[in-house]
């Protein structure tokens, strides 16, 4: 299984990062008393635990004068992917048997979503990573009752936390979980009363841990860009879960509600001569159904106008990847014979496939290594650079001149250099174009918004004025595509 997630998380690793990736590279480069006191406490606390990871990741390649390029920029990201893809098989064999463990990592591994965030150099894939440690600690510990799996249960708990706040949803759904186990007939009631002592210390303890960042989160606020949540925000939130392919969607959600239905059918003895589910799996389906509802519904319900807490956004609800894919896994494992398993496993691949194809080709969000390699070629002693808009251009700009290094410098005085220091950037004014232009007889200006269209483009175009104002001519450009959108490189000189 973790061969098989190598082979799709590792294919096409070596993209161009997008401003995203490179945000994470400026975090973890920053010198550790700018990290600590300008961004490690306030609004970019989420995801401490992987800018850690990556600060010392990155360390080890400076040690080694390696560069970071995308590959090794998004190795972390990556490994975590597969752990968490052999975490979610665990889970599976665990409660519904080997098949179903097989068929849910599968499923998972290829998950659109999923694949967006595990070729990112974020935090999602450590978090799910740790959100699937924890659901498999508390499982043992639920059977097996020893102080060692509570102890990983409150550690991988309060570190997934740490990895991203929106985990906190996720520790919900595991209250709410123990309460379905609790309420439901099966051996995991008589298992749940009896751990009540250590499910509350341990959840006791994971909460002391995590205290911290959770306060910070409340002082500082959270990402604001986030809208308030409609209803049609949740249906495509579910579509796009589905990688936007409508037999994907309809074949994935009918067999996580078969797999529903074929566990609670075990209750009923005479249907076991067709259905392989045991009378356990109905607790655990719930258990499984809680991780996947509770998210999305808490996280909806608090991204409401009357409050808006930020939450309802289709990256944070990945987590919910891992308990649908466990339920369609419940529902392969528990048809007969095996030929219905392998028929239902053989749909699933052809549903899921296309959805996979059609990640690799969009997977690229922006493309910079093209331009700035271009730039890196045709820089010369005293050129300069303008980055315009200024913080989505310059964070990337800065991390691909450390990534492939050459003779092309940001700095410090170019008009819309961003400082991580100050966390602020030089203006993109009249004047302050006049006073660089002074020094430098050839100027590239780099254009990199986030999206296509708005604010941005009037600003290319007002740079590209100024510069024409001053005597200057462009005399070379080039233009790359993606998905979200182009990033261009003009050259400009003067007679």
């Not at 303890?205 to 960042?213: D, E, K, Q, T």
């Not at 290594?369 to 808009?389: E, F, H, N």
């Amino acid at each position: 299984m973790a061969a098989f997630a190598v082979v799709v998380i590792f294919h096409g690793l070596d993209i161009s990062a997008w401003f995203d990736e490179a945000f994470s590279f400026g975090m973890a480069a920053q010198p550790a008393g700018s990290f600590l006191s300008h961004w490690a406490w306030g609004a970019e606390s989420n995801m401490f635990l992987y800018y850690l990871v990556l600060r010392a990741w990155l360390g080890g390649l400076g040690a080694l004068h390696v560069a970071p390029v995308e590959v090794l920029l998004r190795l972390p990201s990556a490994l975590f992917a597969v752990g968490a893809a052999v975490g979610v098989f665990a889970i599976g064999r665990r409660l519904f048997g080997r098949v179903a463990g097989l068929v849910a990592s599968g499923l998972y591994t290829t998950n659109f979503m999923q694949m967006i965030l595990a070729q990112n150099a974020r935090a999602y894939s450590l978090e799910l990573l740790l959100l699937s440690l924890s659901w498999l600690a508390l499982i043992v510990a639920l059977e097996d009752n020893r102080r060692r799996w509570w102890v990983a249960y409150a550690c991988t708990t309060a570190l997934s936390v740490y990895a991203h706040l929106f985990s906190v949803l996720v520790i919900a759904s595991q209250v709410a979980a123990l309460g379905a186990m609790l309420a439901l007939p099966g051996p995991w009631r008589l298992r749940v009363r009896t751990a009540f002592r250590p499910i509350v210390l341990s959840l006791l303890v994971s909460g002391i841990v995590a205290a911290p960042i959770v306060f910070d989160a409340v002082i500082h606020g959270g990402p604001v860009w986030v809208p308030p949540a409609k209803l049609g925000d949740l249906r495509l939130f579910l579509h796009s879960l589905a990688g936007n392919g409508r037999r994907y969607e309809y074949a994935v959600f009918a067999a996580a509600a078969l797999g529903m239905v074929l566990a609670a059918a075990a209750m009923w003895r005479p249907l076991n001569r067709i259905n392989r589910a045991q009378r356990p799996h109905l607790a655990a389906a719930a258990a499984m159904a809680c991780w996947f509802a509770v998210p999305i519904a808490l996280s909806f319900v608090l991204t409401q106008s009357w409050l808006n807490l930020h939450l309802f956004y289709p990256r944070y609800l990945v987590v919910v990847v891992p308990p649908l894919s466990l339920l369609v896994g419940l529902a392969v494992g528990s048809l007969r014979p095996r030929l219905a398993q392998a028929g239902a496993a053989a749909v699933l691949l052809a549903v899921a496939l296309p959805s996979l194809g059609l990640y690799y080709q969009l997977a690229q969000v922006q493309d910079f290594k093209t331009p700035v390699l271009w730039m890196q070629s045709r820089y010369q002693a005293g050129d300069g650079l303008i980055c315009d808009p200024a913080v989505t251009c310059s964070i990337p700009v800065q991390y691909y001149l450390a990534a492939y290094p050459g003779p092309a410098q940001l700095e410090g005085d170019s008009p819309g250099y961003f400082s991580w220091e100050s966390n602020s950037s030089l203006p993109l004014t009249q004047a302050a174009i006049a006073s660089y232009a002074k020094r430098h007889h050839r100027i590239f200006v780099i254009y990199a918004p986030l999206s296509r269209g708005g604010a941005g483009d009037v600003g290319a175009t007002q740079v590209e004025d100024s510069l024409t104002a001053l005597g200057y001519s462009p005399v070379d450009q080039v233009r790359t595509h993606a998905v979200a959108s182009d990033t261009s490189i003009v050259l400009f000189a003067t007679p």
